[in-house]
């Protein structure tokens, strides 16, 4: 991020982690909508704190492509908390134990809402403030400094880009190294938020926090290429649902077939093929599969 603005394609599993990682993206990221629509319920908070170490451990791991090898930067969504400052330290740990390079926490109110539909309410900035503190304390104990605390701030949509770029100060003071405003409207709130926080500074680093945009469809934010954010000051571009939408549109259309014909001939120019897929794998049948 130092570099350039760095784009972190969504992994819902760690076949699709594998997949962004043999595409060459220096970053995945874990989102909360994706890993709770992939388990089959709406994104309002109702996966546990294992459930989603579980998925960010196996999109870790499957986004190395050799035994051995690095795995991707992975920074995931780690919604709410999943409860107050105990249980913000405590999902601090298990991500970092699951591999994580960071994590997101948001200050809507339990149980949360997708940040681009209406209708949410926040926590107080003071104890959204309160968490990130527990959360950058945890990861300075734990001896990883460079693990990345990200605060989300659905202020814009609720009362204002004022609010917004206000709590997302507060929360830099707090320790949050990382600030991801949701749900802004166009380029020119993008513009002021990312010039607001160029002028914050990160608790105990003095520092201006990276700043995450969020490039999800169908929702407030218009479709902008990651070259634009650059030039809007953004660190790093999330994808975070677009793998996912893609994979379960090319479902629901060969069901739709399968359904209406009783055969799957017409789709098998939009699957993958078994070579494709043992290709991605790195699997050779008949050998033994060396992974970690």
């Given at each position: 991020m130092d570099k350039?603005c760095?784009m972190a394609?969504?992994a819902?599993?760690g076949l699709?982690a594998?997949?962004?990682?043999?595409?060459?993206?220096e970053?995945?990221?874990v989102?909360?909508?994706?890993?709770s629509?992939?388990?089959?319920?709406p994104?309002?908070?109702?996966?546990t704190?294992?459930?989603?170490?579980a998925?960010?451990?196996e999109v870790?791991?499957?986004?190395?492509?050799?035994?051995g090898g690095?795995?991707?930067p992975?920074?995931a969504?780690?919604?709410?908390g999943f409860?107050e400052?105990?249980m913000?330290r405590?999902?601090?740990?298990?991500?970092q134990?699951?591999g994580?390079?960071g994590?997101h926490l948001?200050?809507?109110?339990?149980?949360?809402?997708c940040g681009?539909?209406?209708?949410?309410?926040?926590?107080?900035?003071?104890q959204?403030?309160s968490r990130?503190?527990?959360?950058?304390?945890?990861?300075?104990?734990s001896?990883?400094?460079?693990?990345?605390?990200?605060a989300r701030?659905?202020?814009?949509g609720?009362?204002?880009?004022?609010?917004?770029?206000?709590?997302?100060?507060?929360?830099?003071k707090?320790g949050?190294s990382?600030?991801f405003?949701e749900?802004l409207k166009d380029?020119?709130?993008?513009?002021q938020?990312?010039?607001a926080?160029?002028e914050?500074?990160v608790?105990?680093?003095?520092?201006p926090?990276?700043?995450l945009?969020?490039m999800?469809?169908?929702?407030?934010?218009?479709?902008l290429p990651?070259?634009?954010f650059?030039?809007?000051?953004?660190?790093?571009?999330?994808?975070?649902v677009?793998?996912?939408r893609?994979?379960?549109?090319?479902?629901?259309?060969m069901?739709?077939?399968l359904a209406a014909?009783?055969?799957?001939?017409?789709?098998?120019?939009?699957m993958?093929?078994?070579?494709?897929l043992?290709?991605?794998?790195g699997?050779t049948?008949?050998?033994?599969?060396?992974?970690?």
């Open positions: 350039g760095v394609p969504g819902f599993n699709t594998r997949a962004v990682a043999r595409h060459g993206f970053a995945a990221y989102s909360g909508a994706a890993t629509a992939a388990a089959g319920v994104d309002v908070g109702l996966l704190l294992d459930r989603f170490a998925t960010v451990r870790v791991d499957g986004s190395r492509l050799r035994a690095p795995a991707l992975v920074l969504d780690a919604d709410t409860g400052e105990e913000t405590r999902t601090v740990i298990e991500y134990r699951a994580a390079a994590l948001e200050d809507q109110v339990f149980p949360k809402r681009h539909l209406d209708g949410k309410t926040l926590i107080p900035a003071d959204a403030a990130i503190e527990w959360a950058s304390a945890a990861a300075r104990d001896g990883d400094p460079d693990f990345i605390i990200c701030t659905d202020a814009a609720v009362t204002g880009i004022d609010d917004a770029i206000s709590r997302a100060t507060q929360f830099a707090a949050a990382m600030i405003p749900g380029e020119a709130e993008f513009e938020f990312a010039q926080m160029r914050a500074a608790a105990d680093t003095g520092k926090p990276y700043v945009a969020n999800t469809e169908f929702g407030k934010t218009p479709m990651r070259d634009r650059a030039e809007l000051g953004y660190h790093i571009v999330i994808f975070p677009s793998t996912l893609i994979a379960m549109k090319a479902v629901d259309d069901l739709t077939n014909k009783g055969s799957v001939e017409a789709s098998l120019s939009n993958q093929t078994r070579a494709e043992y290709d991605l794998l699997y049948p008949g050998e033994p599969w060396s992974f970690r």
